[in-house]
């Protein structure tokens, strides 16, 4: 295979930097790597891991879900449309070039026209900039969560990414599952660089020796990242010593862990809600919500979380896990054979029919063996499934057709907010807002749409809790789609390897802060 080294490193040999010998190199195994170095071209987790790695959000989450400035220092609200955010200053990109508010304002603007990214960024109507390192955050009327999407902000180098290629593209193209300068060249602020990329075999990272945060304990200077798709491969690769950390960890090879004296495992209750829709644009017996309850109740999605997931998932009812602000507590989950047999019958479909289905085979923990389960589970109540199962790189693809009957996807919410998850996977698809990106199953419900619209306006926190609850009634009742259970994020290193303070229950872990002993 052909491997292609970031021309970005070559450019910073160049322009006469230099990387230090290394303090610590560590191998991490995920179950795969990032499909692409564009951090707008996909909004997934392995996107979001790399850009914490390569750039810097304004804001981001600690461990107990508080706000830590990054690239902002600190921000305050102006007037109920606006908060005013203050800017790191002497901060370089990896290209050396300076980071300013144009760079800020030059994002933002890049991520309003990304179909995967700018429903996240619906509320903010603009952002301007005030001086070389103050922007205002506008916002159509008040919006109580500037400060979640600004994680969501990692400021692009302007300089390195306008202009054109030598073949005439423009620099700043943005394309979906596509090739773009973007997609193939980088430079951040991060505390790392890619040095080397070969898609689906390594990424190699080296540390950012110009990097701004010196108050960082950090001392990793080389990660390698090899992507090793499955779970029991990937944990006999750290027995071995082949690598020094993993992710995720199947519930599987826990006890193998565990009985080891040289490993630890660190696992957190996920807020990671895995789900199936059900798409009424190509099933017609979707459109009856009926056969959709049918379905919720013929799913034992409670055995699968006990014996699937070997208790390291919470199993769902609802999309909100419990201490967000949507969460209803008087949603239960409901197995029932019967009542399912029963629905089919009163539908019509008495003797069931057929449906497609794909899901992934590296992307969720244990996703294929879900999806044969679901699969297993609907047949009792005639639903006969043919169903695909693929490699992250190929699904997402095949997921945005929006061609299966069923297609599995799992959601974190961006926002760490309950209005999040409807935004992409439930309100009323709409290409130019970006609402109903993900909702591959074509639900629509238009009280739904302005309950969700109403509570992000919402700054009184009762109220806004009150109408998110009832979204999710609404969604329940109305089986929109198939919720299975919330995936615990799990991880397993070497002793020497201090990942406990560096992960958290969004699922990035922060490793320029890692600390090898």
């Not at 707008?40 to 996107?47: C, F, N, Y």
């Not at 996807?409 to 996977?425: K, R, V």
């Not at 789609?481 to 699922?507: C, E, R, T, Y």
Request: aromatic letters at 10%.
């Amino acid at each position: 295979m052909k491997t292609m080294k970031s021309k970005i490193a070559v450019a910073l040999m160049a322009a006469g930097l230099s990387f230090s010998a290394a303090a610590a190199d560590i191998t991490v195994a995920y179950d795969a790597d990032p499909v692409s170095l564009d951090p707008h071209e996909q909004l997934s987790g392995g996107t979001l891991q790399l850009s914490h790695m390569v750039f810097d959000p304004l804001v981001r989450f600690t461990q107990e879900m508080d706000f830590e400035p990054r690239l902002a220092t600190s921000w305050e609200r102006i007037d109920n449309q606006t908060v005013r955010f203050n800017l790191r200053e002497g901060v370089t990109f990896h290209s050396g070039n300076p980071f300013s508010a144009d760079d800020v304002v030059w994002t933002f603007d890049r991520l309003k026209s990304s179909p995967d990214f700018k429903g996240i960024f619906t509320p903010i109507v603009d952002i301007k900039k005030v001086d070389e390192h103050t922007v205002d955050v506008v916002t159509d009327g008040t919006y109580p969560l500037v400060e979640n999407v600004m994680t969501y902000v990692f400021p692009m180098d302007s300089k390195f990414y306008s202009g054109e290629t030598e073949d005439g593209r423009d620099k700043s193209e943005l394309k979906k599952n596509g090739s773009t300068y973007a997609s193939t060249h980088l430079s951040g602020t991060g505390p790392y660089v890619v040095d080397e990329r070969e898609q689906g075999v390594v990424v190699e990272f080296d540390r950012n020796e110009n990097y701004w945060d010196k108050d960082s304990v950090g001392n990793v200077d080389n990660i390698t990242l090899r992507p090793i798709k499955e779970d029991a491969t990937r944990v006999a690769a750290l027995l071995s010593g082949d690598v020094d950390m993993i992710a995720p960890v199947s519930p599987n090879d826990y006890r193998r862990i565990d009985r080891s004296d040289n490993l630890q495992l660190v696992t957190m209750p996920g807020t990671r809600v895995i789900t199936f829709q059900m798409n009424q644009s190509v099933v017609d017996e979707f459109k009856d919500p009926r056969v959709r309850q049918a379905v919720a109740y013929a799913v034992n999605n409670e055995g699968i979380a006990q014996k699937i997931m070997k208790g390291a998932a919470t199993p769902a009812s609802q999309q909100s896990p419990v201490g967000y602000a949507g969460y209803n507590a008087d949603l239960a989950p409901r197995y029932d054979l019967a009542k399912a047999k029963k629905l089919m019958e009163e539908a019509g479909y008495p003797d069931g029919f057929s449906v497609t289905m794909i899901a992934p085979n590296n992307r969720y923990v244990n996703d294929e063996k879900i999806a044969q389960a679901v699969s297993a589970m609907m047949a009792k109540i005639g639903i006969k499934v043919d169903l695909q199962t693929m490699p992250k790189a190929q699904y997402w693809p095949e997921f945005d057709k929006c061609e299966a009957g069923m297609q599995m996807i799992g959601w974190h919410p961006d926002t760490e907010d309950s209005a999040n998850f409807t935004e992409f996977l439930t309100m009323t698809r709409n290409a130019d807002t970006g609402k109903g990106q993900y909702n591959c199953g074509h639900y629509s419900n238009s009280e739904v749409d302005k309950l969700v619209l109403d509570a992000n306006s919402e700054t009184d926190l009762e109220k806004r809790n009150a109408m998110l609850q009832k979204v999710e009634k609404i969604l329940y009742d109305d089986a929109a789609f198939l919720p299975l259970h919330w995936q615990d994020p799990s991880w397993a290193a070497k002793n020497n390897v201090n990942i406990k303070p560096i992960v958290n229950g969004m699922n990035f872990p922060y490793f320029g802060d890692l600390v090898v002993e």
